[in-house]
Structure formats: C-alpha cells, structure tokens
C-alpha cells in the first residue's frame, strides 16, 4: 500500500542553519505530496504541496521538489529561525474513487532551532 | 484561527465512561476527517466522510462510533475505551479532493483514559 517514510528526529539546528529533512514515498499512480507543520498546542497546517513530478512547492522559505524518479521529496531551508521549532510532517495524497481522497502521513520529524 | 473547531480541548474519562469529541467546519468543505495522533506513530487515519456519506472506515474498534449529521459537523462518539486509545485527535476538512485542495485541521482533543 501507500507509505511515506521521513527521517526520525529530533533535529536540533542553531539559528540560520540549513535544514534538510529527507522524506521518502511509495505509491501507485500519480500522488500530490505535501508537507504540513504542527507548532505546540496546534492542529497540522499546510505548509507546501507538489502535485507533479519536478513541480517545486514554496512557502516562508520552505522549499521541496517532487522527485519522481527517486521516490522523494525532501524538504529544505536555506536559513533556518529558532520560530521554525515546530514537527514537520511529509503525506501524499491517495484518492478514494470518486469520494476525493485521504492524506497518508510520514512520522512527523521534529525540529528544535536554538538562538 | 484556521476554521475547524474542535471541542473539548482536553479529555479525561475512565474506562466505563461515555463521552463525544466534537468538531465543526463553516468553510464550506464538503469532506470531514478523523485522525488518531499517538507518540512516535504516524498520524492514523480513522474515519472519512464525503456529503455526510462515510467512504471509509480505517478498521477501526467498534469503541469508536462516528456521526456526521450535516457536512459542517462531525462527531466521534467515545465508550468503553483502553488505556492506549490515549491521543490527540484531530478533525480536518477539506474541499474534496486532497490532490488539489488543501485540508484544514483544527486543534485537536488530548483524550486521557484512566
């Protein structure tokens, strides 16, 4: 079946480092990917989607690119903010035939910045 | 505020207990969610429902029962629940299709089984 797979955390960054959490899926057809972030005491909120291969999904300076043919689809920042502390999670996106679909959710990695 | 209100925020209840976990969309979605978020688990899907219809059910314990009464609510009725039901429970909604529209979720409920 369907399964999204990230690296475990937690992961501790100074301020302004780079960030780069891997996530990995495996899928039948074509899926859209996503990456949500959860802040403390919050529900998820979307943070970027890709609904193609090579499609790049932005947002606040979060980056990842839909790589179809290594199955992945890493999330990256060139600067990280200690206000990034949050657990970043990677799904995709499997439909239910003609009922839309279900988000299937990687473990969550979470993300500690220090000033 | 991100449009889907869950209510409680906090939940203790004992084994024999009933209790409802309630959640409510006014942004027009048609599709509502359950998630089970545990510690150090990836976030489980419970339940999905599409015009107030369930299109699916995660194999989930009959412990669980869902309702929906109209597409801008969604319940989670709770009863005679173990020790390691403790989660976060978070309710989501969405336009329809996942590929193209994003799913909101709201705060969630931290239930506690004692």
């Known amino acids: 079946g369907n399964s999204v797979t990230q690296m475990e955390g937690p992961v501790t960054l100074s301020e302004e480092a780079f960030l780069t959490i891997n996530c990995t899926y495996t899928a039948t057809g074509y899926p859209s990917l996503f990456w949500y972030v959860q802040y403390p005491g919050e529900g998820l909120q979307l943070l970027l989607k890709a609904t193609k291969a090579d499609d790049k999904g932005s947002n606040k300076g979060f980056e990842a690119t839909y790589r179809k043919e290594t199955t992945s689809f890493h999330l990256e920042k060139g600067s990280v903010q200690v206000s990034d502390s949050a657990v970043y999670f990677c799904a995709l996106s499997q439909p239910i035939y003609n009922q839309g679909g279900k988000l299937i959710f990687g473990q969550g990695t979470e993300l500690s910045v220090k000033p | 505020e991100t449009g889907v209100t869950q209510t409680p925020r906090h939940l203790v209840m004992g084994m024999t207990n009933k209790k409802s976990l309630k959640c409510e969309q006014h942004?027009?979605?048609?599709?509502m969610y359950w998630y089970k978020q545990s510690a150090k688990k990836p976030l489980e899907l419970m339940f999905v429902y599409n015009f107030k219809e369930q299109t699916e059910n995660n194999s989930v314990p009959s412990r669980f029962s869902p309702e929906c009464p109209n597409s801008s609510h969604l319940f989670l009725h709770l009863h005679t629940l173990q020790p390691e039901d403790s989660a976060l429970y978070l309710c989501?909604?969405?336009?329809?299709?996942?590929?193209?529209?994003?799913?909101?979720f709201g705060q969630g409920t931290r239930l506690t089984v004692v």
């Open positions: 989501a909604s969405s336009q329809g299709d996942l590929g193209r529209y994003e799913a909101f």
């Open positions: 942004l027009g979605h048609n599709a």
